[in-house]
């Protein structure tokens, strides 16, 4: 070997170890000492991409993180975000932090493309805390990057009053997270100019919003979109969310003059105690989550449907989907009568009117022909929710991107059954998908994975299948560049022939058209959709 070659050679050599990722990141502020481990996976776990949000920065906007000095070990993920139901010692209020998930041997120039999930939980709790990346980046072959967060939930999320409090705030939180992912990941190895949102439930409603925020202006956080079961719940204003606030203050003692002062000068133990769901204003039940963003006339400015039919969105790659049964989990097994059902739909969409509900009946005929008899109509009610509030909306996306965008435009139905939710009577449940694309062993504390799809189930055939698809779109935008081999190449959503994939049974793909009865039905939601408050 020639000498000037040798030295080329250690040059190069040395010039990689000095650029190469450290587990200890420096970012300026803060410095965190993340852990690699055997599988070629570096984490940094409880980064805190906010100030923690206590004292007088409760209800308030998320502010930048304090700076810390030496090495903070960040081994640990920090606590999710208090919600509906959690006792006040089970997490905490300061909980505003992210996880990085990272192939270990990288350089700080490798430019990855970065997947940032955003969790669901109705907007009232976080669904899906911890969610590991692993999974996903070994499914990539090491060749992305993933991103968790924690964020404001129930009142201390979604709480205004119309004057001092900030609507919306834990929107703000991750778009926070966005903006911080945005200024560091580069230091992790990568590419802030190719982030791909993620999402389930909540966490897609969230995209749908990220989509159309402040008059769908692109502040170019994210380039692309994956999202499972896109949620449009009813959208108050922020006056007719008042009431909210009022019964809060009622609740802790604080009726008069100085609510908000009263109210933050309260425990969280104090504040959970009091946070339960109450009616819409002319409902007769509490919804099953009653804080939601609200139209704030800034980030939120249109209700869903007509933001996504006037074109109001930011035109990107996009993946939208659901599962066959997405109303079993969360409507009431016992409804019994037609008069239970419109009840329930009543207390979830109060501006329903009875017309509406007599038309939904009619496109919702109880398939049940036990009636009279117990839960006779849970399936009925559960059809009509599960399409009113998660498929209807998804399809509408879909045709919305492409009819406006130039980008691919994605859908899928996810048709994978366990055998234990069959006879439990809830087919192929609300987000079940999260289990195959993120793997059974990663979905965190929250998670209960189906028995099925752990290694020797009858569904872990389905996990290689949907990851490659996931990580093919998160690398190059589409799902078929490094689709799983055998797999179903992924058609294209037409408005025209409403076609998607189709995931089933045994890893099984095909494309599927959607049927009539669902394009009927999902029209009609459409076009009752700003109606309604969707």
């Given at each position: ?196 949102l993620g999402g389930a439930s ?172 117990s839960g006779c109509y849970w ?48 087919g192929v449940p609300h987000t ?103």
């Open positions: 070997m020639k000498l000037g070659c040798f030295f080329q050679i250690a040059l190069c050599f040395l010039f990689s170890l000095v650029i190469a990722v450290s587990s200890v990141v420096d970012l300026s502020c803060n410095k965190y000492a993340g852990a690699s481990s055997s599988d070629g996976i570096t984490r940094w776990l409880g980064l805190r991409y906010a100030a923690p949000p206590l004292d007088e920065l409760r209800f308030m906007p998320p502010e930048d993180p304090p700076c810390t000095s030496g090495v903070q070990v960040a081994n640990a993920h920090g606590p999710y975000c208090l919600g509906m139901n959690d006792p006040a010692n089970a997490s905490s209020e300061d909980c505003l932090f992210l996880d990085v998930y990272a192939p270990t041997n990288i350089t700080v120039f490798a430019k990855l493309p970065v997947y940032f999930f955003i969790q669901g939980g109705g907007f009232n709790t976080n669904a899906n805390p911890d969610f590991d990346g692993g999974g996903l980046i070994a499914a990539s072959g090491h060749r992305i990057i993933v991103v968790t967060l924690n964020y404001r939930v129930g009142p201390f999320g979604f709480l205004t009053d119309g004057d001092a409090i900030t609507p919306n705030i834990g929107l703000l939180d991750q778009r926070k997270a966005l903006e911080w992912v945005h200024d560091y990941i580069s230091l992790f190895g990568g590419d802030p100019n190719h982030v791909v909540a966490g897609a409603g969230s995209i749908s919003i990220h989509l159309t925020a402040y008059n769908a202006k692109d502040s170019h956080l994210f380039q692309a979109a994956a999202a499972e079961s896109v949620s449009f719940a009813t959208v108050l204003t922020v006056e007719e969310s008042q009431y909210q606030f009022d019964n809060l203050a009622i609740q802790l003692g604080c009726a008069g003059t100085g609510p908000l002062a009263c109210i933050k000068s309260k425990t969280a133990a104090e504040i959970q105690a009091a946070n339960v769901n109450i009616p819409y204003e002319g409902a007769a039940s509490a919804p099953l989550y009653m804080w939601s963003p609200v139209i704030d006339d800034d980030m939120i400015t249109d209700y869903p449907y007509d933001s996504f039919a006037k074109g109001k969105f930011i035109k990107v790659p996009l993946i939208v989907g659901d599962d066959t049964n997405e109303g079993t989990v969360f409507t009431p097994q016992t409804t019994s009568t037609i008069g239970q059902s419109d009840s329930f739909l009543k207390s979830q969409f109060p501006f329903l009117n009875l017309d509406q509900l007599g038309r939904i009946n009619a496109l919702y005929p109880n398939p049940n022909t036990t009636c009279p008899s399936r009925q009610v559960a059809n009509a929710y599960g399409d009113m509030r998660y498929t209807c909306p998804g399809t509408f996306i879909s045709s919305a991107m492409a009819n406006y965008g130039k980008a691919g435009s994605y859908s899928y139905r996810y048709n994978v059954e366990d055998p234990a939710q069959v006879a439990a009577g809830y079940v998908e999260l289990n195959a694309i993120w793997g059974p062993q990663n979905v965190g504390p929250r998670g209960s994975p189906p028995a099925s799809y752990y290694p020797g189930g009858v569904n872990a055939a389905v996990i290689p299948v949907i990851q490659a698809y996931w990580t093919s779109f998160i690398r190059s935008f589409d799902p078929n560049k490094y689709r799983h081999p055998g797999s179903a190449k992924w058609e294209e959503w037409s408005p025209q022939r409403q076609d998607r994939l189709l995931f089933g049974t045994g890893g099984n793909t095909t494309m599927e058209l959607v049927d009539q009865t669902t394009k009927t039905r999902c029209q009609y939601f459409a076009s009752i959709g700003a109606d309604v408050k969707q």
